[in-house]
């Protein structure tokens, strides 16, 4: 009973230090650069198959509008999409207007706060599915 209680509190603290950016996180869950659009599964989702769902990141616009009290989807360490409530208002220095600072809160008890690099990383939207592109060859007539 002991152990399993110092392993959910190291387990937090890993978190908790990964959402205030102590770590990095690893670089397979970061969506891709060139697009900005990525696939991924929402962490509720407890089915053998996840459904998956397109996603794209907020860009620092769309961060600076967020309130206290708005709800936004965030990609979790595990490569999931969770939702986090924003706990306060997005901080912003006049000197430097594209520095900023987002806290969170996931779950009941979790809080942390994004800089400016991982919130632009970490803080995403649900896109619709893009359209495929389509490679079929033009009719050429005669």
Same mark, same amino acid.
């Given at each position: 009973?002991?152990?399993?209680?110092?392993?959910?509190?190291?387990?937090?603290?890993?978190?908790?230090?990964?959402?205030?950016?102590?770590?990095?996180?690893?670089?397979?869950?970061?969506?891709? $650069?060139? %697009?900005?659009?990525?696939?991924?599964?929402?962490?509720?989702?407890?089915? *053998?198959?996840?459904?998956?769902? =397109?996603? &794209?990141?907020?860009?620092?616009?769309?961060?600076?509008?967020?309130?206290?009290?708005?709800?936004?989807?965030?990609?979790?360490?595990?490569?999931?999409?969770?939702?986090?409530?924003?706990?306060?208002? $997005?901080? %912003?220095?006049?000197?430097?207007?594209?520095?900023?600072?987002?806290?969170? *809160?996931?779950?009941?008890?979790? =809080?942390? &706060?994004?800089?400016?690099?991982?919130?632009?990383?970490?803080?995403?939207?649900?896109?619709?599915?893009?359209?495929?592109?389509?490679?079929?060859?033009?009719?050429?007539?005669?």
């Amino acid at each position: 009973m002991e152990n399993t209680r110092n392993d959910s509190a190291a387990t937090l603290d890993k978190i908790i230090s990964l959402m205030q950016g102590d770590a990095n996180p690893p670089t397979p869950f970061c969506p891709s $650069v060139d %697009t900005g659009i990525f696939k991924a599964s929402y962490s509720s989702d407890r089915k *053998k198959i996840p459904t998956v769902y =397109y996603f &794209s990141t907020l860009s620092l616009d769309e961060i600076k509008t967020l309130r206290y009290g708005d709800h936004s989807l965030c990609l979790l360490t595990n490569g999931r999409i969770g939702e986090v409530k924003i706990n306060g208002a $997005v901080k %912003t220095w006049k000197r430097d207007p594209g520095k900023i600072r987002v806290s969170v *809160k996931y779950g009941l008890y979790q =809080y942390g &706060s994004f800089e400016t690099h991982e919130a632009l990383q970490r803080l995403c939207k649900r896109v619709p599915v893009p359209d495929p592109v389509e490679n079929t060859p033009t009719e050429i007539s005669k």
